[in-house]
C-alpha cells in the first residue's frame, strides 16, 4: 500500500501516514517528495509532501482476513497474535469458540487452511499460519497421540494391520509422529483426501498357522477325528464317542437345505396343478 501525505512538516506528515496505516512510523517506508517552504510574508509557502508505502506482513494479512471472518459469523472474539521465526500461530479467544473449532476441528481447520491460503498468494515463500482457539490445538493433539499409543500396543500384541478413520494432514502427521516413538510398529498414509488414512502395521507381525499333517500328533480335520501318520501315509483316528455311534447314527445324514422344502410347503407352491 503505498499513499502520499501532506502537513506542514515532514514529522507531521509521517504521523499521518502512520495513523492511516494503523501502524508505527517504523515498519512504513517514506520518501520525501517536497520539504515544506516557509515562503515571505506567507507568499510561495508550501507544505510538506511525502510518499508513504507500508507493506503488511503475512501474519498481519492471516490475522486481518481471521477479524474479518469471525466478525461476519457474528462472534465476538479477540485474536492473539503471537509471531515466530518459521509461523504464526493465531489464537482465536471467546466465548463461542465452540462454533469457531466445529465438529472434530473442521471449522478451525477451513478458517486455518483460507488464512494461509490468503497470507501466502504475495510470493512463493511459504509460510505457516496455525489457527487455534482456546488451546483446542493442545488438547487434540494429546487425544491422536493417546489413540496411537492405544493402537500400536494392539498392532504389537496382535500382529495385525491396523487403519485409521480419515485424517487432515496436520493430524495425520501427529499420528505419524507418535507412532514413529514407538518400537514394533510403523505407519504410513493411504488413500486420496478427503479420505486419507493413517495405517499402523507391526515390524514384526505373527506368521499364520499352517498345518501339514505331520508331526508326532498329528492335527486335527474339524470334526474331532486325528489324523495321523502311519507308514508315510494318513491314517484317521476317529474319537472314543464315534466308537459308540450305532450303525443307525453312523449311517444317518442330516437333511439337505432343499429337503426341507418338503417341510416348508414351498416345494408344492412351484407345482402347477
Known sequence: ?????????????????????????????????????????GIGSADARISAEYTKSKSEIAADYIKGIVERMGIEADLNVTV??????????????????GRRG????????????????????????????????????????????????????????????????????????????????????????????????STNPRPEKKYEGRGKGGYKNGKGGKYGNKGGKQEYKPRSMDLMKTSFEKDYKKPKPEDSELYSGDLYGKIDI
Open 84 to 101: 515466530n521465526e518459521e509461523d504464526t500461530v493465531i489464537d482465536i479467544v471467546g466465548d463461542t469458540s465452540g462454533a469457531v473449532i
Open 106 to 201: 473442521e471449522t478451525l481447520d477451513a478458517i486455518q487452511y483460507l488464512a494461509s491460503m490468503c497470507a501466502n498468494r504475495t510470493d512463493k515463500e511459504y509460510y505457516r499460519i496455525t489457527v487455534d482457539s482456546c488451546g483446542y490445538r493442545e488438547k487434540r493433539k494429546a487425544i491422536l497421540e493417546d489413540l496411537a499409543a492405544k493402537i500400536s500396543k494392539t498392532v504389537i500384541r496382535t500382529g495385525r494391520t491396523s487403519t485409521l478413520e480419515p485424517m487432515n494432514p496436520y493430524e495425520r502427521r501427529i499420528i505419524h509422529s507418535a507412532v514413529s516413538e514407538i518400537e514394533g510398529v510403523t505407519s504410513k498414509s493411504i488413500g486420496e483426501e478427503p479420505y486419507r488414512r493413517v495405517v499402523i502395521s
Open 1 to 41: 500500500m503505498k499513499k502520499e501525505f501532506t502537513a506542514k512538516t515532514v514529522e507531521e506528515a509521517r504521523a499521518l501516514a502512520a495513523a492511516e496505516f494503523g501502524v508505527e512510523e517504523a515498519k512504513i517506508r517514506f520518501e520525501v517528495i517536497e520539504e515544506p517552504k516557509k515562503g515571505f510574508l
